[in-house]
């Protein structure tokens, strides 16, 4: 039986964002105790944690008029650069013991480290769709590498195109998505020819 005080009591929504969000605030609070007076808080904390906001209006002309603001919007390059980090750090870690070597290959480590990386760092810019699309590429390729398996760039790229569209159909009317599915590829083509 249900009593009448427990049934009229309201149940709490559970918040799955709530701890993801508390640690991108305690970045947030970190990085403005450490950096507070210096002025740069409010650009590190756009590029470690994708809060804008502490930006002063100055920075953001100085931004505009070099070119350089889309920078201050975590993206997949953001996620990329993360990940490539966290790969040559594994690596470097993983192949100083003779031991770990034993269990698993130190670029299958580093890989693993890598999209361990790209994950929280996409999780703690909030998750945006860019840093979503960068984060399918980079699962799509760490998928095939410790697959054992070589697949051409153009299909881990296609396949991650699918796993896009799949998750969300309408991300493909953005010219971000253009810019993530067509510009990859001209990278890609352009350093086979390096």
Request: charged content about 15%.
């Amino acid at each position: 039986y249900i009593r009448d005080d427990v049934r009229n009591r309201p149940v709490p929504a559970l918040d799955v964002h709530k701890p993801v969000t508390d640690a991108r605030q305690r970045i947030a609070l970190a990085i403005n105790e450490l950096l507070g007076n210096s002025g740069y808080d409010g650009l590190v904390t756009a590029l470690a944690v994708g809060v804008q906001r502490g930006i002063r209006p100055e920075q953001w002309e100085v931004l505009r008029q070099t070119g350089t603001a889309h920078l201050m919007a975590i993206s997949g390059l953001h996620v990329g650069l993360t990940a490539w980090l966290a790969y040559m750090i594994g690596s470097l870690a993983w192949r100083s013991s003779p031991v770990l070597m034993r269990i698993l290959s130190a670029q299958k480590a580093a890989m693993l480290v890598s999209l361990a990386a790209a994950m929280l760092y996409s999780l703690l810019a909030g998750l945006t769709l860019p840093t979503q699309r960068a984060l399918i590429i980079q699962i799509t390729f760490n998928h095939a590498y410790n697959k054992d398996r070589h697949f051409p760039p153009v299909n881990i790229l296609s396949h991650s195109l699918d796993l896009v569209q799949l998750l969300d159909p309408q991300s493909i009317q953005t010219s971000a998505f253009s810019y993530s599915f067509f510009a990859v590829p001209m990278i890609i083509y352009g350093l086979m020819f390096r």
